[in-house]
């Protein structure tokens, strides 16, 4: 039962440089979110999506896309890395509705990115 | 001014005491409080989550919501060194989202 796999794990990059972190969940959760994680900041939203084909900015969406073509992943782009963008990124996916479940996030072991 | 603020920490208690986490927050139309446990190097995972005000227990923890003061707590009895880890309150909804607190590292020394 794999849940919410994220890839890749550790990734370094050069100033301007591009990548894309892949998220897969296997839920099927209808949403899905990139946070990053600061020390001392806790997590903040990148941005996230309510269904397939749909995305929505959270709170730190500056220098990263996001793109939702498939129900189950959820890509996080960045264009041109900036070494403030050095983080830990987690991606989380929730199921759609009310009830018990409404909220709860399963998230991944996380994506550890340095920009150098 | 954030909407959840939660107590920093770090804390560091010897094993078998009582922890106290705690949260304040300033949006009344939250409905459902979460907590959320994570391990170094790993993702948060869902520890309790509640609806109302009052209490919630579950084995050694207990979550706490009181809704009139704004304030919600999680409660570890007979703490464990591998409860050492970071607390994360979250709570919503917020336009289909969680809104966290920054997290309280606890250690809970043998």
């Known amino acids: 039962n794999a849940g919410v796999t994220q890839t890749p794990k550790f990734r370094v990059l050069k100033t301007g440089q591009s990548m894309t972190l892949l998220c897969a969940q296997d839920?099927?959760?209808?949403?899905m979110y990139w946070y990053r994680q600061d020390p001392g900041m806790g997590l903040r939203l990148i941005h996230y999506?309510?269904?397939?084909?749909?995305?929505a900015k959270g709170e730190v969406p500056d220098g990263y896309n996001v793109s939702r073509l498939k129900k189950q992943n959820f890509l996080l782009g960045l264009e041109s890395a900036a070494p403030s963008q050095t983080s830990v990124y987690f991606c989380?996916?929730?199921?759609?509705?009310?009830?018990?479940?409404?909220?709860?996030?399963?998230f991944g072991e996380g994506s550890r990115l340095t920009v150098l | 001014q954030k909407e959840v603020e939660q107590d920093p920490g770090p804390l560091s208690v010897p094993e078998g005491a009582i922890v106290s986490l705690n949260c304040t927050y300033s949006?009344?139309?939250?409905?459902?409080f979460m907590w959320y446990r994570q391990y170094s190097r790993k993702g948060p995972e869902l520890l309790m989550y509640?609806?109302?005000?009052g209490n919630k227990e579950d084995g050694r923890f207990t979550a706490q919501v009181d809704k009139s003061s704004k304030y919600i707590s999680l409660f570890i009895r007979d703490s464990q060194p591998s409860d050492s880890a970071t607390y994360l309150c979250?709570?919503?909804?917020?336009?289909?989202?969680?809104?966290f607190g920054d997290g309280t590292t606890l250690t809970v020394k043998p």
């Open positions: 979250a709570m919503g909804p917020n336009a289909g989202k969680s809104t």
């Open positions: 999506s309510v269904g397939e084909g749909t995305t």
């Open positions: 989380a996916s929730s199921q759609r509705g009310s009830g018990a479940n409404t909220g709860e996030l399963f």
């Open positions: 509640t609806y109302s005000s």
């Open positions: 949006n009344s139309a939250f409905q459902y």
């Open positions: 839920m099927n959760h209808e949403y």
